[in-house]
């Protein structure tokens, strides 16, 4: 990658070269991240004003991590034709545009559109960012750059819902879009104007038109199989059907031909390391079940215990203040530890958190949810520096950025992908339950009939009182769908654990460090 030559041309940054430039590139990764997670509060505002329902409200979510995971893989070949600090330049202010037509968006279709070209113009941001800070700093700080850039990406998501939140219920929803204007329009113009004069060299290579063609077409497919399928109950659906079989053929032609073509968009050839193989799997599938849960929470919150947007968001908030406060030391001790060792202990926490709220009930009190999010935030610390160092280990300095494009590409995916299977598997769990729960309402049940009589006598009609009852039956049966999901999501983060030990220990460790070699 070009960076890698921009490394020896450039020395790193110094002075308050160096802390406006690292504020500048933080500003845009926490104005991308924040977007990942700023929407999910607010999705049943922006359903309801919308005309939609909540469910379908989701696709605000994975439209935009779709054509966010589309971008990522042509982040290389974009920045050889265009220069890497022009290319991030012109995605912060082609985000900018998008954030302010996605506030302007008049129906949900149109929402929808906005929220993937902003996915998609996305892309290259945080791979460039990183890259970008990494060549600012000396290549014995690799460590420490790579520790403020993840804390940065954990700050966005304790502030996304607090922010969202705050917002939808005291302003409107377009503005959680609209304050991305400002913060992009100062990011761009301090990025561009520090690192202008250490653009990257530029080269004139061919893009893999058809590979890219295929992964759009098997990538699409495949969301609005996910996404489409509650509505029209999967593979009864003729359309499902459809979208799954040119997923599958669409994946399968990809597959062929990115493992022939000279220039491919995606090198495949990655996955013959062990390493790579293990980190980049254990990282989506971690990543695809944390979003997903990220998104079912504040949905459960506020459409049956009755929580408003900004008391969702408070919920959520604390994810990161221990993150905080541990990346750094994960960071600078990474090259010491067995990265295994703290990938395992994050899967070993997330699976304890997501088992504490796996036994909350509709009695459970704000504290009590709040807790388990707080201890959250050491699992966040220590998963994303050791998965990325397992992941990169072992490769040379070129094949650095095509291998973190693509676990990337994977990782994103999974979060997409993570956010339509648990709102499914949500909905179907709790369909089931409502209809388990209403067999046992009827006039031969003593403590049904008891219940009608009470509800009766306090002034209500017989109709009135079935559909107390109803909606009672309705917010326990998703209760109980919320305790499976969560139960489930702490059995696949402990069976992580042993994908992580099938990697080899690098002498060295130094995943950081190959990472900051390639850039």
């Given at each position: 990658?070009?960076?890698a030559a921009?490394?020896?041309?450039?020395?790193?940054?110094?002075?308050?070269a160096?802390?406006?430039?690292?504020?500048a590139?933080?500003?845009?990764?926490f104005?991308?991240?924040?977007?990942t997670?700023i929407a999910?509060v607010?999705?049943?505002?922006?359903?309801?004003?919308?005309g939609?329902?909540?469910?379908?409200?989701?696709?605000?979510?994975?439209?935009?991590?779709?054509a966010?995971a589309?971008?990522?893989?042509?982040t290389g070949?974009?920045?050889q034709?265009?220069g890497?600090?022009?290319?991030?330049?012109?995605?912060?202010l082609?985000?900018?545009?998008?954030?302010?037509?996605?506030?302007?968006?008049?129906n949900?279709?149109?929402?929808?559109?906005?929220?993937?070209?902003?996915g998609?113009?996305a892309?290259?941001?945080?791979?460039?960012?990183q890259t970008?800070?990494?060549?600012s700093?000396p290549?014995a700080?690799?460590g420490?750059a790579?520790?403020?850039?993840?804390?940065t990406?954990l700050?966005?998501p304790i502030?996304?819902p607090?922010?969202?939140?705050?917002?939808?219920?005291n302003?409107?929803?377009?503005?959680i879009?609209?304050?991305?204007?400002p913060?992009?329009?100062?990011?761009?113009?301090?990025?561009?104007?520090?690192y202008?004069?250490?653009?990257?060299p530029?080269?004139q290579?061919?893009i893999d038109a058809?590979g890219?063609a295929?992964?759009?077409?098997?990538?699409g497919?495949?969301q609005?199989?996910?996404?489409?399928?509650?509505e029209?109950?999967?593979?009864h659906?003729?359309l499902?059907?459809?979208?799954a079989v040119?997923s599958?053929v669409?994946?399968a032609?990809?597959?062929?031909?990115?493992?022939?073509?000279?220039?491919?968009?995606?090198d495949l050839?990655l996955?013959?390391?062990r390493?790579?193989?293990?980190?980049?799997?254990?990282?989506?599938?971690?990543?695809?079940?944390?979003?997903?849960n990220?998104?079912?929470?504040?949905l459960?919150?506020?459409?049956?215990?009755?929580?408003?947007?900004?008391?969702a968001g408070?919920?959520?908030a604390?994810v990161?203040?221990?993150?905080?406060?541990?990346?750094?030391?994960?960071g600078?001790?990474v090259?010491?530890?067995?990265p295994?060792?703290?990938?395992?202990?994050?899967?070993?926490?997330?699976?304890?958190?997501?088992?504490?709220?796996?036994?909350f009930t509709?009695?459970?009190?704000f504290?009590?949810?709040?807790?388990p999010t707080?201890?959250?935030?050491?699992?966040?610390?220590f998963?994303?520096?050791p998965l990325?160092?397992?992941?990169?280990?072992?490769l040379s300095?070129?094949r650095?950025?095509?291998?973190?494009?693509?676990?990337?590409?994977?990782?994103?995916t999974?979060?997409?992908m993570?956010?339509s299977i648990?709102?499914?598997?949500w909905e179907?769990r709790?369909?089931m339950?409502?209809?388990?729960?209403?067999?046992?309402?009827?006039?031969g049940?003593?403590?049904a009939?008891?219940?009608?009589?009470?509800l009766?006598?306090s002034?209500?009609?017989y109709e009135?009182?079935?559909?107390?009852?109803?909606t009672?039956?309705?917010?326990?049966?998703?209760?109980?769908s919320?305790?499976?999901?969560?139960y489930?999501?702490a059995l696949?983060?402990?069976?992580?654990?042993?994908?992580?030990?099938?990697?080899r220990?690098?002498?060295?460790?130094?995943?950081?460090?190959?990472?900051?070699?390639?850039h």
């Open positions: 990658m070009s960076s921009t490394s020896l041309v450039h020395p790193p940054l110094t002075g308050s160096r802390v406006l430039g690292t504020i590139l933080s500003a845009a990764t104005m991308n991240v924040l977007d997670s999910n607010s999705l049943p505002a922006i359903s309801g004003d919308l939609v329902s909540p469910v379908q409200g989701t696709w605000v979510i994975t439209s935009f991590a779709v966010n589309i971008a990522v893989p042509l070949w974009l920045t034709r265009i890497q600090v022009r290319l991030f330049t012109v995605s912060v082609m985000f900018v545009l998008a954030s302010w037509l996605c506030g302007m968006a008049p949900m279709t149109t929402l929808i559109a906005f929220r993937a070209l902003q998609f113009v892309g290259p941001m945080i791979p460039l960012s970008l800070l990494l060549s700093y290549p700080k690799a420490l790579m520790a403020m850039w993840s804390m990406t700050v966005a502030m996304g607090l922010l969202g939140g705050w917002i939808t219920d302003m409107s929803w377009p503005w879009f609209y304050i991305n204007v913060v992009g329009l100062v990011a761009a113009s301090a990025t561009w104007m520090i202008r004069d250490r653009e990257s530029t080269m290579r061919p058809v890219l295929l992964l759009v077409l098997w990538v497919a495949l609005l199989m996910l996404d489409k399928g509650k029209l109950d999967w593979f659906s003729p499902i059907i459809g979208f040119v599958v669409g994946f032609f990809f597959l062929i031909w990115e493992l022939t073509d000279e220039h491919p968009v995606v050839s996955f013959k390391r390493n790579f193989w293990s980190g980049a799997l254990a990282t989506a599938v971690g990543y695809g079940v944390f979003f997903g990220v998104v079912i929470l504040p459960w919150l506020q459409q049956y215990m009755g929580y408003t947007a900004t008391q408070m919920v959520l604390p990161g203040l221990l993150a905080i406060v541990l990346s750094p030391i994960v600078l001790t090259g010491r530890v067995d295994r060792i703290y990938a395992s202990f994050s899967f070993l926490v997330f699976g304890v958190v997501l088992w504490m709220r796996s036994n509709t009695q459970t009190d504290m009590t949810i709040l807790v707080l201890i959250q935030g050491v699992a966040m610390a998963f994303f520096i990325v160092t397992i992941t990169l280990s072992g300095p070129s650095i950025p095509a291998a973190s494009g693509l676990s990337n590409f994977t990782r994103i999974a979060g997409a993570g956010t648990s709102t499914t598997l179907n709790s369909a339950h409502h209809a388990q729960l209403s067999e046992a309402v009827n006039l049940n003593p403590a009939v008891q219940t009608l009589q009470t009766q006598a002034g209500m009609t009135q009182a079935l559909a107390v009852i109803n009672t039956a309705t917010q326990q049966a998703f209760m109980l919320t305790q499976e999901i969560f489930g999501s696949l983060f402990l069976s992580l654990i042993g994908l992580v030990w099938i990697a220990r690098q002498q060295g460790g130094a995943g950081a460090e190959a990472a900051a070699g390639a």
